[in-house]
Nanobody, 122 residues
Framework: QVQLVESGGGLVQAGGSLRLSCAAS????????MGWFRQAPGKEREFVAA????????YYADSVKGRFTISRDNAKNTVYLQMNSLKPEDTAVYYC???????????????WGQGTQVTVSS
């Protein structure tokens, strides 16, 4: 069992930056790939970024490539999402999730956090 708790969301102006954190419980964190997803009001959940268990492989949605960076610290059981050059369309609830493999497919993730709100004003 893995429990995930996101933090770091908030209100930021367009062009600004935020860093989201996702702290995981359990001693098996390093065996899981991690992903970030987001869901805006009235829209379906969408993939944002994923990272393999070792951190050696990362994947990004085209909409965030070059602006967002996913990373992890297995010693701290934490995964991060550094978000730069934020746009109003990045406004959403951001969720971290754990999976046995790094994938863009939400249904392959076994554990989910409760989400953290990110609001980007224009």
């Amino acid at each position: 069992q893995v429990q995930l708790v996101e933090s770091g969301g908030g209100l930021v102006q367009a062009g600004g930056s935020l860093r989201l954190s996702c702290a995981a419980s359990g001693r098996t964190f390093s065996s899981y790939a991690m992903g970030w997803f987001r869901q805006a009001p009235g829209k379906e959940r969408e993939f944002v970024a994923a990272i393999s268990w070792s951190g050696g492989n990362t994947y990004y949605a085209d909409s965030v490539k070059g602006r967002f960076t996913i990373s992890r610290d297995n010693a701290k059981n934490t995964v991060y999402l550094q978000m730069n050059s934020l746009k109003p369309e990045d406004t959403a609830v951001y969720y971290c999730a754990a999976s046995k493999r790094a994938t863009i497919l939400g249904y392959e993730y076994d554990y989910w956090g409760q989400g953290t709100q990110v609001t980007v004003s224009s």
